[in-house]
């Protein structure tokens, strides 16, 4: 008896098993059947905003529903993260994030939710160096004019960031800690709206994608004095690495990656590793991508997380070595 009842126990465990196997696979099949809604949490006009758009235009017909932007642009990103977190795990809500959102902030601040075990990731999207820029009337025209100015000028010179954590603000921490000069953090509710004062003359210095700051670095509104990536930048092959420039040990670029809720159905999330990696893929978009300064990345959803890692290990490192606190504006 106790053996038919052991049998009858493992049968049914069974039967639950494949179930629960082929319903999941019946939802991937099924994914999707509305629309969509892609998390930026930035305001409009940065390089969050520029690559959702772009890849919700040709995700769109591959999916064959609509993919909606939603920009929950505050707290360096961290309000929008939270509400992927908390939208339902069914594939129709996904975040484009960046390394401020999902390696930098959990250093800063005390987040409602965990990088790593309350999200899932999708895919790498791209990796984008960033530009060292000035304000034209900013007299320098080269990274060792501008240290020289800024040592003699110790924190009068204004930097601009889309926020404590972000791309900017660890950049020019990072530059400062290397080079040792002094600056002054004018933190933002996003990279748009300190692209713009820089463009005004209100802040003088601004680490920012290279995304966003090419149009006006062709025009000469703002003046680049280098990148920030490991080696050059194809489209701006003349313009030399912060390290090339003298700033030994200097290397930061931003990147960004889509993630859903954690506990997403793995059929969904293979779905959208497939079809996001296609995208990705497409000649247009990698053209557009290097010329706006951008490598496209993809890969799978493993290979991010382990990417993630390191990312974390790294930030966590240069946060305690220059003492960043998340209410310091310095």
């Known amino acids: 008896m ?9 049968l049914s465990r069974f039967i639950l098993v494949a179930m629960l196997l082929v319903a999941s696979q019946a939802a991937g099949q099924a994914y999707p059947a509305k629309p969509v809604r892609v998390i930026v949490p930035f305001p409009p006009g940065g390089t969050s905003d520029i690559q959702a758009r772009m890849l919700a235009d040709r995700l769109a017909p591959r999916l064959g529903q609509q993919v909606i932007i939603e920009n929950r642009g505050g ?7 939270e509400a992927t977190v908390r939208a339902p795990a069914d594939g129709y809500t996904i975040v484009i994030a960046t390394v401020g959102t999902w390696a930098v902030n959990p250093f800063l601040y ?10 899932a990731p999708l895919v790498h999207m791209a ?14 025209r080269s990274v060792k004019e501008f240290l020289a100015l800024a040592r003699q000028r110790p924190g009068d010179l204004n930097y601009g960031s889309a926020g404590i954590g972000g791309f900017g603000h660890m950049s020019a921490e990072l530059f400062m ?11 933002y509710k996003g990279s748009a709206p300190a692209l713009i004062d820089l463009l005004g003359g209100h802040i003088q210095v601004l680490f920012n994608s290279a995304l ?9 509104r703002v003046r680049a004095l280098a990148t920030t990536g490991a080696t050059r930048l194809e489209i701006l092959a003349d313009l030399p690495t ?10 930061n670029s931003t990147w960004s990656a889509l993630g859903a809720p954690a506990r997403t159905p793995r059929a969904i999330t293979e779905r959208l590793n497939s079809e996001i990696n296609a995208v990705l893929r497409l ?3 990698r053209e557009a991508a290097r010329l706006e300064g951008s490598a496209i990345t993809g890969g799978t959803p493993e290979q991010f997380h382990e990417y993630l890692k390191a990312e974390l290990a790294k930030f966590g490192k240069l946060i305690k070595a220059a003492g960043i606190k998340a209410d310091a504006a310095n």
Not at 75 to 81: D, E, L, T
Not at 213 to 219: A, D, E, N, S
Not at 242 to 251: I, L, N, P, T
Request: net charge positive; glycine share 8%; charged share 15%.
């Open 127 to 140: 990796t984008t160096p960033g530009v060292l820029a000035v304000h034209p009337s900013v007299p320098v």
């Open 110 to 119: 005390k987040l409602p939710y965990d990088v790593v075990n309350d999200l």
């Open 283 to 285: 000649p247009e978009v």
């Open 2 to 10: 106790s053996r038919l009842t052991t049998s009858r126990s493992t």
């Open 75 to 81: 707290a360096n990103g961290s309000i929008g993260m």
């Open 212 to 220: 966003p700051t090419m149009p006006h670095i062709r025009t000469g």
């Open 242 to 251: 912060v390290a090339e420039a003298g700033v030994a040990g200097f290397e």
């Open 177 to 187: 800690l290397t080079s040792r000069v002094r600056m002054t953090h004018v933190p």
